[in-house]
């Protein structure tokens, strides 16, 4: 089944990292698979296109199926082998809902994660202003505490939406991680720290930890003052 599969992926990318933990929960290890580099615009390549007309990664093929969006990969992966690996979402609605409630949710934390880590990228020097720079802290902050305050309420060693690992977490870890690996401190904020660091050590996503930050585990330091 999994010699059916393609994946185009790049390092570090929450996207590319979501489809990957599916895939290995699921127990489909052995697709085809290729690492691009962003910064060559590899993702531009016809290699891509061909599969995500968008120019975008991840660019994921089943068969004659292509999803390229990541929350829809996933989402196929638990439909299509449901049998295979761990239930991803859970039968109690309470659970289903509060699953599907914080995968759908981080799109807000992943939105202004980037407005503040990739704001000088994005936005021309001669356009870039000491208000939209603070207004986007502020509002990763705020965002920030949200998230700690629902794991301060959460029982000690829960995941997202409760005992079992789940869709939630296939899809809110590689955001969290991308925090810590800009500097976000875990003393700061110990509820999100303990959900790094229990997660982290899961072995779908030790099996599909970005190879560069392997090699410079030292990561940036954008978010240490938050």
Known sequence: MAKDMTLLWGSGSPPCWRVMIALEEKQLQGYNQKLLSFEKAEHKSKEVLDIN???QLPAFKHGDNVLNESYAACMYLESRFRSQGPQLIPEGQLEQALMYQRMFEVLNFSD???NVIYYN???PEGERHDSAIKRNKENLA????LWEGYFQKAEV???LAGKAFSLADVIVFPVIAYAFRFGLSTARYPKLGAYYNMVKDRPSVKATWPPHWLENPQGGDTLKEF
């Open 53 to 55: 007309p968008r120019g």
């Open 112 to 114: 202004k994660l980037s």
């Open 121 to 123: 990228y994005r936005v």
């Open 142 to 145: 705020a965002e920030i505490k």
């Open 157 to 159: 060693g829960s995941y």
